[in-house]
T-cell receptor
Framework: GESVGLHLPTLSVQEGDNSIINCAYS??????FIWYKQESGKGPQFIID?????DKRQGQRVTVLLNKTVKHLSLQIAATQPGDSAVYFC??????????????FGQGTTLQVKP | EAQVTQNPRYLITVTGKKLTVTCSQN?????MSWYRQDPGLGLRQIYY???????DKGDVPEGYKVSRKEKRNFPLILESPSPNQTSLYFC???????????FGDGTRLSIL
């Protein structure tokens, strides 16, 4: 039979608008979260992080919100620019049986910025 | 400049021909790991290393080997590559397990 590739969710925004990218995480015991940006042909790059004892953290043009009640993380990008076009994904830190920390990555969201 | 360097960036090879992808970091990080990235499956960890001579399996270790003889280097070895190992591979390093990982720019492997 024919195989169909899975496509990442895509968010398309107008240049200058604000973007909100969402992520649902899986483990209520996760204590640390990171947002990464991956541009075409490059590896993921760190954007911002947040610990589970916080609800909000701001960086330059980016804000991360954490809602532990519903296990939801969001990344807000203010005044989105063409250079923000990339795949964004979240990572949560879980701990294995040996208490070794490990990052678990989400599937990612493609952000397209229209000029 | 702090970086993780992978080589080669692209490789097309045939089934069964052993290959090694090198990875080097200049940040004196103790933790290093290898991931593969496939459409719809995201980043999956292959192997990781907590320190020199300490390596352990990640989520998808079958068909791969690694070694950590020096702190800065963490090569990924495919002893007998098969087509299902065609993928985009990333090496990463960090201060420790669960800390922010710094990624290389990836190696795209095609196994025919």
């Amino acid at each position: 039979g024919e195989s169909v590739g899975l496509h990442l969710p895509t968010l398309s925004v107008q240049e200058g608008d604000n973007s909100i990218i969402n992520c649902a995480y899986s483990n209520s015991a996760s204590d640390y979260f990171i947002w990464y940006k991956q541009e075409s042909g490059k590896g993921p790059q760190f954007i911002i992080d947040i610990r589970s004892n916080m609800d909000k953290r701001q960086g330059q043009r980016v804000t991360v919100l954490l809602n532990k009640t519903v296990k939801h993380l969001s990344l807000q990008i203010a005044a989105t620019q063409p250079g923000d076009s990339a795949v964004y994904f979240c990572a949560e830190r879980s701990h294995g049986s040996s208490n070794t920390g490990k990052l678990i990555f989400g599937q990612g969201t493609t952000l397209q910025v229209k000029p | 400049e702090a970086q993780v360097t992978q080589n080669p960036r692209y490789l097309i090879t045939v089934t069964g021909k052993k290959l090694t992808v090198t990875c080097s970091q200049n940040m004196n990080h103790e933790y290093m790991s290898w991931y593969r990235q496939d459409p719809g499956l995201g980043l999956r960890q292959i192997y990781y290393s907590m320190n020199v001579e300490v390596t352990d399996k990640g989520d998808v270790p079958e068909g791969y080997k690694v070694s950590r003889k020096e702190k800065r280097n963490f090569p990924l070895i495919l002893e007998s590559p098969s087509p299902n190992q065609t993928s985009l591979y990333f090496c990463a390093s960090s201060l420790g397990g669960g800390a922010v990982e710094h990624f290389g720019d990836g190696t795209r492997l095609s196994i025919l």
